[in-house]
């Protein structure tokens, strides 16, 4: 390959022949007819054979490295195509979210009375229409408005919670977040977490390194449970046998701290935070964390070690998710021992 470089670079006129028009051919250079072109190629003159072939073997890597399969059978460019929505996504959402930021606004009470302010419905329908404008085919599954979709299922299913963390926006705390995830037959291929106060967004895209406004980041080494700082929302939020699960964790730890909602599990990407542990989680506020935990190095599974999984459909019903995530591996093992969850 070096004496190839040699040979062109050294090339100051047009060669007296073309080897890309050349097909499955051998174009043999002996002594004599390197004495006749107009420079000194630094190579051995007894023979020197080029194939076309090899032109053409380059061509073709270009070609498969443009159109590049992932692992989960997404090219390239459209995972390239869905984290660029998903931007669009946050900067939307985002928008909605800083106008309302500490200011009066009703609050509403759901079913399961849990808060919902004007900030979170208006920053869904935000992100549904840039969806529905730029990607029609796919499936939409929001906290505040379910399932929208023509079909009962889809191979590409969004899923958003535009503000997790409803209770931390509505008192002022800026550690709430926008969290954006997209399925792809029930896998999250890309997760987004968006602080939009302060202008943090992590991304994780399924086969490549997080990014914490587009810089690489990755959880810390931890290996053991003695030495861990761990994050949960609220100790409240635990009830029952989760409850005695949790503080069993927690009296091993060296730190425990609370109050962060999704923001907890961007600390623990970005190396911050060694354990995130949570009961009663919905899809929409888990789904999106996993490509980004994972894409950082980090585990997360539900309390017995499982995958975490859920298949988006009209008739889909939100399951209650119990999550562990770690950012070294050792001390999620150690934590699933101490939880002891059947």
Not at 102 to 111: C, G, L, T, V, Y
Not at 255 to 283: N, R
Request: proline share 5%; charged share 20%.
């Amino acid at each position: 390959m070096l004496s190839q470089l040699n040979f062109l670079s050294q090339s100051s006129k047009p060669l007296p022949f073309s080897p890309v028009s050349l097909h499955n051919q051998t174009l043999t250079l002996h002594q004599n007819d390197a004495q006749a072109l107009p420079f000194s190629p630094a190579i051995n003159y007894h023979s020197v054979s080029l194939k076309t072939t090899t032109v053409s073997a380059m061509t073709s890597n270009s070609n498969l490295s443009n159109h590049a399969v992932t692992s989960n059978g997404i090219s390239e460019p459209d995972l390239d195509r869905f984290a660029d929505v998903g931007n669009k996504l946050a900067d939307a959402a985002g928008e909605v979210i800083r106008k309302y930021f500490r200011k009066k606004f009703e609050i509403i009470d759901k079913e399961d009375l849990s808060p919902v302010t004007i900030a979170d419905r208006t920053a869904e329908e935000a992100m549904v229409l840039i969806i529905q404008e730029n990607l029609p085919s796919h499936a939409i599954f929001g906290e505040e408005n379910g399932w929208r979709c023509k079909e009962k299922f889809a191979d590409y299913v969004w899923v958003l919670d535009p503000i997790d963390g409803t209770k931390s926006f509505i008192t002022g705390k800026p550690l709430f977040g926008t969290l954006i995830a997209l399925l792809h037959k029930g896998k999250p291929i890309l997760g987004v977490i968006d602080q939009p106060v302060l202008r943090e967004r992590w991304i994780g895209i399924s086969g490549k390194c997080t990014t914490l406004n587009g810089e690489e980041v990755s959880t810390r080494t931890c290996a053991k449970l003695s030495q861990a700082y761990l994050y949960t929302t609220s100790p409240h939020l635990f009830k029952g046998d989760a409850e005695e699960a949790f503080a069993r964790v927690r009296n091993k730890v060296k730190v425990p701290l609370y109050g962060c909602d999704c923001y907890a599990y961007a600390l623990l990407a970005s190396g911050y935070v060694d354990l995130v542990i949570e009961s009663g989680l919905q899809p929409y506020d888990v789904l999106a964390l996993i490509p980004v935990i994972e894409g950082a190095g980090g585990v997360i599974t539900d309390w017995r070690g499982d995958q975490l999984y859920w298949e988006a459909s009209s008739d889909a019903r939100a399951t209650s998710f119990n999550v562990i995530a770690a950012g070294d591996k050792q001390i999620h093992q150690q934590a699933l021992d101490v939880l002891q969850w059947q």
